[in-house]
């Protein structure tokens, strides 16, 4: 029962289709938004198919396992945090405490695969990309965790599943947590790579940062793994943040949960469309003294309030 | 990599930021930009050359083709030329009628580059609504001359192309429907701090700097230099129409962006002016087809600032020389100042924040006192061969393997 779980729902096979369908709303709204048609429904399957279909090329110079590698890599880490993550009820597939942790971990997993592959793509533009990543891991990480972090010391456990329960029976509580929510919703394009945050990738500067010698099928896994990482952290944060709408009916269950992840996907294509690509220096700075003095304050305002919450 | 932490980035001939090829060598230290070498030269088409060998007539038509977005700043420049030789009355009419194209040319071009600027730092939103705006401006100027480019309505001693009423009612709507979107991204640019942030302080060209590069249009405009073609030395039907020079204090790549929503606002003053004052009569005098000998220097405010033409015609029907001083020529100097000390990151916008056009720039340097000849194809081909291995790169190796598949996917088509 748990391989199907894993295989099928809430495993790989419904990620793999979420992410395409996140990628689609995310394309298909940043469109709109420009005032553009946009893409059709099927457009990010047909772009994964095709380039599968595409030779997968290694430049002489780069360091052939490690290029060919961090694209799986990449998506099986993405892959594996979702099954901690809880999707239709307010507990996920597997839970541990402390798994919050361990999900956050895999998330980092597919940045430092973005360093590993441009490290080693040996070009330019990718050694740029791959530093610049690393840099604004460092910026994005610290406000991200701590907001998180913030939520479960409320909540007081480490678990996603015990923290998304515990809110679930505090509804008011969910309200304490709308800094940090905002926060991580910044935060968290940085960890995909998105205006204004797109720095590892800025097409303009550095051609497509550590994906510049990637194409074919190496390009396809990548792209999935970020598709995929998008649902995933999208999951985490309506988990954490807006844990409601858990019902008894998993296909009721199922519209709310589909219904957040696209609400949040929303918000991403919303903040990158109407904002600039920051340079890196503005980032760290926008991050640390923004971000971190807010994330700081919520947890002060959690500790606070968690002295009045009765137990 | 050096071992001093500098790192060689070579951006260009083929980069996505570029929409013409050319190549600026970067050192950058992390995200600093230690030295900058900028190297034209991949564009050259010989177009001065080639206006030798035409008549005045075909030479409106090549002139066009310099650039593909000030295509009639550079026919008029020419023709303005031709006419000064001539000594042409040129008819108001057709002054006015080339000033209004003119200006439609500006409103284009600065929606077309508030667009590039957009997405040169990221913000693709910004590209997306100016290009659609643009659109008004491209169906207006295709409405009255015919094309959207290259609008072939100069023609020696006039225009080609009368304005109707109609065609004049369109022509005020289309401008009030920009006037009303530039005022909104004169909002987004006072007003975006993701775009200020951006654009503030980056690609700094003090103005004395400015001066000493010998910068034109709205790149010395930004800089606090007060010079403008129309106004320092009227041409067309400039004199008679009232508007302001945009000067801006930033010095930054902020304050180019200003210049040039401000004059956006300027063309729609100017345009409604020549309308509202069109003088009746006809569009054009008849020219000789042989042109007396003579030469003049033509000047013409273009979008990208000052554009120069020296024609010097012999007395026949093709001009003995003509000179084109693009203004992408008098800003790409200041370049390398701009990038100094800059960071990686703000090269494009940099680099974009002077509208460069560089097919219009590139020159034939003949260097005198070195060895020069001529070469057959094969012996340029082994020297490009030798030049390449001796910097590491030997395709040797892929050319035997592509031969080999060939070779193999022909047999087996045959057996």
Redesign the interface.
């Known amino acids: 029962m748990a391989f199907v779980q894993l295989l099928l729902f809430p495993g790989l096979a419904f990620l793999f289709v979420m992410g395409l369908a996140a990628e689609f709303v995310d394309r298909k709204l940043y469109a709109r938004f420009q005032n553009r048609v946009g893409p059709p429904w099927f457009q990010p399957a047909a772009d994964f198919v095709k380039l599968l279909s595409k030779e997968n090329l290694i430049p002489d110079a780069a360091d052939r396992p490690i290029f060919g590698l961090m694209p799986i890599l990449a998506f099986a880490s993405a892959v594996t945090a979702y099954f901690y993550v809880p999707t239709l009820r307010s507990n996920a597939l597997f839970s541990f405490d402390g798994d919050l942790i361990v999900v956050l971990y895999f998330l980092t997993i597919p940045t430092l695969t973005f360093f590993l592959a441009g490290w080693y793509s040996r070009s330019a533009f990718s050694m740029i990309g791959a530093i610049r990543s690393m840099i604004q891991l460092f910026a994005y990480e610290v406000p991200l965790f701590l907001c998180l972090l913030a939520a479960a010391l409320l909540a007081d456990t480490w678990s996603v599943s015990g923290v998304a329960s515990f809110y679930a029976n505090h509804p008011p509580l969910i309200l304490i947590n709308l800094p940090g929510f905002a926060v991580s919703l910044m935060a968290l394009l940085g960890k995909l790579e998105k205006v204004p945050f797109d720095i590892p990738e800025a097409e303009t500067e550095i051609v497509a940062g550590s994906f510049t010698e990637y194409g074919g099928k190496s390009l396809a896994f990548f792209k999935a793994a970020i598709n995929v990482e998008m649902v995933v952290a999208a999951s985490l944060l309506a988990a954490i943040f807006l844990p409601f709408g858990f019902f008894a009916n998993p296909i009721l269950s199922a519209v709310v949960y589909i219904a957040k992840v696209f609400f949040i996907v929303f918000l991403i294509a919303l903040a990158r469309s109407v904002a600039a690509r920051l340079r890196l220096d503005q980032m760290v700075v926008v991050c640390w003294k923004i971000f971190g003095t807010v994330s700081f304050g919520q947890i002060v305002l959690n500790l606070l309030v968690k002295g009045w919450v009765p137990r | 990599m050096t071992d001093r932490g500098e ?4 951006i260009g001939p083929q ?3 570029l929409k013409e090829p050319e190549s600026f060598l970067i050192s ?1 230290r ?2 600093k930009i230690t030295a900058s070498t900028v190297k034209l030269g991949y564009n050259h088409r010989g177009i001065e050359k080639a206006m030798e060998e035409r008549t005045y007539i075909q030479d409106l038509y090549l002139v066009e083709r310099i650039c593909g977005i000030c295509s009639h700043s550079h026919s008029s420049c020419f023709v303005q030329a031709v006419e000064e030789i001539a000594q042409l009355a040129v008819p108001k009419r057709a002054l006015y009628i080339r000033t209004l194209i003119g200006e439609l040319e500006r409103i284009h071009s600065h929606l077309l580059w508030l667009g590039v600027a ?9 590209l ?2 100016t290009w ?1 705006d643009r659109e008004v401006v491209m169906d207006t100027l295709a409405s009255l001359t015919g094309n959207r480019v290259n609008y072939g309505i100069n023609t020696i001693g006039g225009v080609r192309r009368d304005l109707t009423p109609e065609k004049i009612e369109a022509t005020l709507k289309a401008a009030d429907i920009l006037e009303e979107r530039t005022k909104y991204y004169i909002d987004v640019a006072k007003e ?1 701090s ?2 200020i ?2 654009l503030s302080n980056v690609g700094r060209l003090t103005h004395d700097q400015a001066v000493k590069f010998g910068t034109v249009g709205p790149t010395a405009r930004a800089s606090n230099v007060n010079e403008d073609v129309r106004r320092d030395d009227p041409y067309f039907a400039y004199p008679e129409v009232t508007f302001d020079v945009i000067v801006d204090k930033h010095e930054d790549v902020y304050g180019r962006t200003l210049v040039r929503v401000g004059e956006l606002m300027q063309s729609y003053q100017i345009i409604r002016q020549i309308l509202k004052n069109l003088p009746e009569g006809p569009i054009t005098v008849k020219a000789p087809r042989r042109i007396p000998a003579g030469e003049a220097v033509s000047r013409y405010e273009a979008p990208r600032g000052e554009d120069m033409h020296f024609v010097k015609s012999d007395g026949t029907d093709k001009p003995e020389r003509v000179k084109v001083r693009a203004p992408t020529l008098a800003n790409v100097q200041a370049v390398s100042q701009m990038l100094q000390d800059g ?6 916008i940099v680099v974009a924040a002077i509208d460069p056009c560089f097919s219009c720039t590139d020159r034939l340097i003949a260097l005198r006192g070195t060895e020069s000849g001529t070469m057959d194809w094969d012996t340029v081909r082994r020297r490009g061969i030798e030049w390449h291995r001796k910097k590491g790169l030997d395709f040797s190796l892929v050319n035997r393997r592509f031969e080999e598949r060939v070779e193999r996917s022909s047999k087996a088509r045959l057996g």
């Open positions: 790192v060689k980035v070579r980069h996505p930021a950058v992390g995200e957009g997405h040169e730092i990221g913000f693709d939103t910004l997306m609504y659609r975006d993701t775009l942030g951006r960071y990686l990151a703000d090269l494009p």
